[in-house]
């Protein structure tokens, strides 16, 4: 897409871009892959990083709640997003990997089987298991987003990482599959179209926030991503290296703004501002005594404003965050996963950055919780190191992923859905 007078270069290769919808703002990011290329005989990324080249961001107009409610302001937000970013980068993009809320996602745990017949499992063998037993999600209106195997059986052996090379008479996996409404990326896919930007795939937010602060260990161990985003909170568990289940809440920090705002009788923009000043969830024996000057709502005349205590604003903020933080329970405890995926919490998100948070989600939550920012990137420190930057960082670790085909199954859909449908709507016609 071309916004300026001066030509910019067309998308290279080695060149991605991550677009990140949320309802609070637009995120644009380009990043380029740093170092040498490998030689056939090397690792193919051994030596090589993503520098984030070109930022762009947002107000996010269009959409409410992560649905989306004027195509045309939606539009209108995300061509100056990537408008932005690129300009910062002096690079043109043609196609962007776009995040999906996870509050219109949903979590299917399915159960593939095929035979061998004796015969040695090959990557013929595991790509027959990801494109079975789809119909029932593909026909209630839903669009795949991700494969995500599990597990695998070979015969009664099970727990099986990678049964590539193995002999056996049958082969099963049980699937993590992702899916969300067929309207909702018809809606987006267009809406991007007419920004002139191709997508070269669909994330789960959620998803993409653990693949940006997430290490090794807790990826392997077990460990839930709490990313706090404007108008929802999304939930992401991993163990054994995967993602294993996302749930969301539609409560965010967007819900404490609007909160501050009726509670103190004062514009949304002077809550979130009072928020970010003087918002905590550790209070001290002078909050009361300290006066908070606002803004009435309605008043044009700055001369006149009332003060309110800080001991009230706090008493606010808190309410509503032992609220969310209730509902994430309640969440965890519904979800039939391994607990052991609940034992350790990385909070992430705009509104992670609430002062005192870490520590109040430990003590309601009583797990071991650390902040989660945007992990392995280079370039633009001051603007990624950020967790409101974490599902824009991971769009682009997802990217690389994808680059290097470490993706197994979410690329696919794409592609053989468009069969699997045709193939269904003959079954049902003829």
């Keep these: 897409m071309s916004f300026f007078t001066k030509k910019l270069p ?10 990140d919808i949320g309802s609070s703002k637009v995120c644009c990011a380009i990043a ?5 290329r490998p030689s056939p005989d090397d690792v193919p990324m051994e ?4 520098r984030v080249v070109g930022v762009g961001y947002q107000l996010s107009k269009g959409l409410k709640s992560g649905a989306i409610i004027d195509l045309e302001s939606l539009e209108d937000s995300i061509l100056s997003a990537v408008q932005n970013a690129e ?3 002096r690079q043109n993009i043609n196609s962007v990997y776009v995040s999906l809320p996870a509050s219109f996602t949903q979590s299917h745990i399915l159960r593939t089987e095929i035979s061998l017949s004796g015969n040695p499992v090959d990557e013929s063998h595991l790509r027959r298991l ?6 029932g999600i593909v026909k209630n209106n839903r669009h795949i987003i991700h494969i995500l195997p599990l597990s695998y059986t070979l015969d009664s052996i099970t727990g099986i990482r990678d049964p590539k090379g193995m002999v056996g008479e049958t082969l099963s996996a049980t699937l993590h599959v992702v899916s969300a409404p067929l309207s909702l990326i018809r809606n987006l896919s267009g809406c991007i179209g007419r920004c002139h930007l191709d997508i070269a795939g669909y994330v789960s937010s959620a998803y993409a926030s653990g693949l940006a602060t997430l290490v090794e260990d807790e990826l392997e161990l077990g460990v839930t991503v709490i990313d706090m985003g404007g108008s929802q909170t999304t939930i992401a568990s991993f163990i054994n290296g995967t993602l294993v289940r996302i749930n969301s809440i539609p409560l965010g920090g967007g819900s404490i703004t609007a909160d501050i705002a009726r509670g103190l009788g004062t514009p949304l923009a002077q809550a979130e501002r009072l928020k970010t000043l003087y918002g905590t969830l550790m209070p001290s024996s002078s909050d009361d005594r300290e006066n908070i000057f606002i803004q009435s709502m309605g008043e044009t005349d700055n001369s006149y404003q009332q003060h309110v205590s800080k001991g009230m604003l706090i008493h606010i903020i808190r309410s509503r965050v032992e609220e969310i933080l209730d509902l994430v329970s309640q969440k965890m405890k519904t979800s039939e996963v391994d607990p052991l995926v609940y034992q350790r919490l990385v909070i992430t998100g705009g509104a992670s950055q609430l002062q005192g948070l870490r520590e109040v989600t430990g003590q309601l939550l009583t797990k071991q919780v650390r902040l989660g920012l945007p992990m392995g990137l280079t370039g633009t420190v001051d603007m990624i190191n950020n967790p409101a930057f974490s599902t824009c960082a991971g769009l682009l670790f997802y990217a690389l992923q994808d680059y290097n085909g470490d993706q197994v199954g979410p690329l696919a859909p794409a592609k053989w859905q468009i069969a699997q449908r045709l193939g269904l709507w003959f079954k049902e016609n003829f």
Aim: glycine share 8%; no cysteine.
């Design 47 to 50: 030596g090589r990083s993503l």
């Design 130 to 135: 990801l494109n079975l037993n789809y119909e």
């Design 10 to 19: 067309i998308q290279r290769k080695e060149l991605f871009a991550a677009l």
């Design 32 to 36: 380029k892959l740093d170092g040498a």
């Design 87 to 89: 300009q910062a980068a």
